[in-house]
């Protein structure tokens, strides 16, 4: 078997271009790697290196306009609409840098709703406390999104992404608006859920510390994949 072969994530010449006006701007020219079931990678980069578009592509958010991406045997590109939204309930969870709770619920009917949203008939309490209290959330669920911190916040985001035990976890700076003591506890819950669930994690991030919660530290800068020697802002840290 080839290496590829076991791949669980497969990015190949990813390319995406968009248009403003009469510009074009290449957010993407030709990403390919491939990650492991049960890793942990984190992916940096300087701004506008095109980590977000890299990370709505891998999530079948958005299309790419060349190239594939290949989640746990599903090739995105030939997925119709509703069957990759189908794939995205079931296998993704998303944690983004803006939390994006929905502001009349609270807490817990924030968490639960992924649960109802996936069809997720296999409800377990258990988990959904382990979770909650892992992130220190327990005293928190009554409140609304108005009502938290913006690490609360985060961590009921977290707590959102994980519920459903999803194969893959997709993190776009999910601790960008932090301070230290709540990235301590994003990140060690995505490195806890890792390695004792087996998920698969990708996490984009600009900060150095964050980075080294993964397995492996990919590179990018202009749209492309680079070498660490070639990433001058990581070299300087
Ligand atoms: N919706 C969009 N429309 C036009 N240009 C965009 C859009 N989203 C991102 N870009 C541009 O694409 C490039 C990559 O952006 P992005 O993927 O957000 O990078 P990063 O997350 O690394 O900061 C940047 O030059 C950015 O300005
Ligand atoms: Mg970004």
Redesign the pocket.
Known sequence: MSGMAGAFIEAKDLRKT?H?GKIE?E?LRGISFSVQKGEFVSVV?P???????LFYLLGGLTRADGGSVVLDSDDLATLTDAARTRMRKRKIGFVFQKFNLLPTLDARSNITIAQEISGNGDRDPAHFNRITDLLGLTKRLGHRPSELSGGEQQRVALARALINKPAVVLADEPTGNLDSKNSDIVLSMLRRSNQELGQTVLMITHNPEAAKYGDRIIHMRDGQIVRPEDDPQWVAH
């Open positions: 968009y403003v701007v957010a980069g701004s506008g290196s095109g980590k977000s578009t």
